[in-house]
């Protein structure tokens, strides 16, 4: 009952923000779009979130034992708090939720998410260098060949024998850390693959919005996704990740001739979608509970301490 009448009221100050005139703009972006496009659109979101859903039930295979939906359940709460908890602050979500559902370590799962926003980094980045418009192509090469040249000697640097437990306090805590993140860079199987296909499938989306958003073509839209998804990687967001992600994809979108206004206002509408998509799945996943594999107690929010 608290959880449902928290979502109300929530949804009733969405629902007053919303009705702000000067919101107009926002939904006249919308107006264009087809229900069956809307629909589509929100579909193919959706199989983002399963697809990340995959890429931690692979990391943690042995803890998930195959619980996907217990899975699935935890990436749409995390999505949507660090959508929500501004400065990165609903990234703490994730170690929690794991380790009161699956009983995983904070330390554990907190590498495993470095590793995957690092992941993430990377194959946006790439993706940014291929894409990006007005890039001299000895820049674009030299991005994309640096980008995939740290990505395959990290976890290398992480697995190689150190000498680091002996070299002072400072030091060989650092050595742990550097141990704790060279199991998370060796456990997955197909994390590579689960990534690619994740950014693959939700930047074309989120392109092919932008692009019905804007009236243009696909591939001149697509470019202000991925600036907007690169600007959103930046280690320090606001609330809600406003303002660095419009004017990324809004700086990608001039060297198309979109200008600066309008650039910034699709940009606007493409993540006020993507923030009530990521807040509406994360309040009915939260809304069905999963059962911890822990003794103590099912798993109905962050464990207290």
Known sequence: MKRAFSIIVTLALLAWLASDSR?????????????????????????TYVLRALRVCDEFRDEVNGRFAACLRVILIHNAMINVVPFRGGETAFPLLLRQVFGISIVRASASLLWFRLQDAFVVGVLACLVWPGLHPALRAAGIAGLIAVAWYLPRWARAPHDWAGRGRIVSKLGKLRDIFTEATGRSRYGWWWTVANWT??????????????????????PGAVGAEAAAILPVQGVAGFGTYEAGAAAALLYSGIAMKDGLQAALALHLFILCSAVATGAIAWLFPSKSTLPESPATGPARK
Do not use: E, H, R, Y
């Open 23 to 47: 919101w107009k703009m926002v939904g006249d972006a919308f107006a264009s779009i087809t229900p069956g496009a809307f629909a589509a659109v929100t579909l193919s979101l959706f199989v």
């Open 201 to 222: 499938l939700k930047l074309a989306v989120q392109g092919w919005l932008l692009a019905m958003l804007l009236g243009t073509s696909f591939q001149t839209a697509f």
